[in-house]
């Protein structure tokens, strides 16, 4: 059994990714602590509390993180993921609450408490820098990280970042100076693999409830996307990084580098470069098909291995 920890600015993708984990057998989320990004701290609390409802797994400690990056001006992106974040679907929230700590503190309780485990980032990398910041002791208890973050040669935010690297480089950069196995599934092969309006419709095909709420968090960003570039179409960052964790074998191709932030005022600032190293593993290219399988096992009702 595989112990994880989930880090996310619960926006829709994330609520994906992290039905992707519930649903694998083996795989133990042992908390999900929540940060600043693509939406408010509060909103991104929220909607995890709302989904970790749904899904019946309230057992699992949520902890409200970081409510603004450490230097870097406030940017979101609410216009993708709607004016609550998970596109306003219809799901109530319980009455669980967050914990009462907060998540630098809580990640130190979890590692300290456990061993051996991996932390997936889906969001800005503030908690986690702070977390390592306040209790160096802690980083040794973790396995790997693994990222959604980072864009080699487009980005998504500028002409060169990726959001969740631009919207805290310093934090960035300081997880990229640790010495932790390092995962970090970039912009770029993301954004070659989106999925059809009409595909998104086979995927949640004959799924029952999880099917459906698929269906309804998929047509926010659709919309979007249409009103922007006249494509109905749908890019799943942090479900092809949840994927790459889970399921290693959709990564198609990797490359073993270095990665450096770009962290002074010009138009590049928030961009991943490429150096020289061995430091990171940094996925060039995903298995689309095997995605699309994953993801559609992962919208069944029964956990699957
Ligand atoms: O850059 C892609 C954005 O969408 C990131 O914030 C990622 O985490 C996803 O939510
Ligand atoms: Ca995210």
């Given at each position: ?145 693994v990222a959604m ?34 995962l970090i599934v970039p912009?770029?092969?993301i ?49 092809i990084a949840?994927?790459a ?38 996925v ?22």
């Amino acid at each position: 059994m595989k112990k994880i920890i989930i880090d996310t600015d619960c926006g829709i993708d994330d609520a994906i990714a992290i039905i992707m984990a519930l649903q694998t057998k083996d795989i133990k989320v042992i908390g999900i602590s929540t940060v600043n990004g693509n939406v408010s701290i509060e909103k991104a609390t929220r909607n995890v509390l709302r989904l970790l409802h749904f899904m019946g797994r309230e057992e699992i400690p949520v902890y409200k993180g970081a409510s603004a990056p450490l230097i870097q001006k406030l940017i979101r992106a609410e216009g993708v993921h709607g004016e609550d974040g998970l596109g306003n679907v219809s799901l109530p929230l319980g009455s669980k609450m967050e914990e009462s700590v907060s998540a630098p503190q809580g990640l130190k309780d979890l590692l300290i408490k456990e061993d051996n485990i991996d932390i997936i980032t889906l969001g800005p990398l503030t908690n986690l820098a702070i977390t390592f910041n306040l209790f160096p002791e802690v980083k040794k208890k973790v396995k790997s990280i693994v990222a959604m973050g980072g864009a080699i040669e487009r980005g998504n935010v500028t002409k060169f970042a990726e959001f969740n690297f631009f919207a805290d480089p310093e934090s960035a950069q300081y997880l990229l100076n640790l010495d932790i196995p390092f995962l970090i599934v970039p912009w770029d092969p993301i954004v070659k693999i989106p999925f059809s309006k009409k595909e998104v419709n086979e995927i949640a095909a004959g799924k029952g409830r999880l099917g459906n709420l698929f269906l309804e968090l998929a047509a926010t960003p659709i919309r979007f996307v249409h009103k922007f570039y006249g494509l109905e179409k749908l890019t799943l960052p942090d479900p092809i990084a949840m994927a790459a964790y889970l399921y290693p074998e959709v990564i198609k191709g990797k490359i073993i580098a270095g990665l450096e932030m770009e962290l002074n005022y010009t138009t590049m600032r928030g961009m991943s470069v490429l150096k020289e190293g061995e430091r990171l593993e940094i996925v060039t290219e995903i298995d689309r098909d095997l995605f699309r399988n994953i993801l559609e096992k992962s919208l069944k009702s029964k956990k699957i291995s």
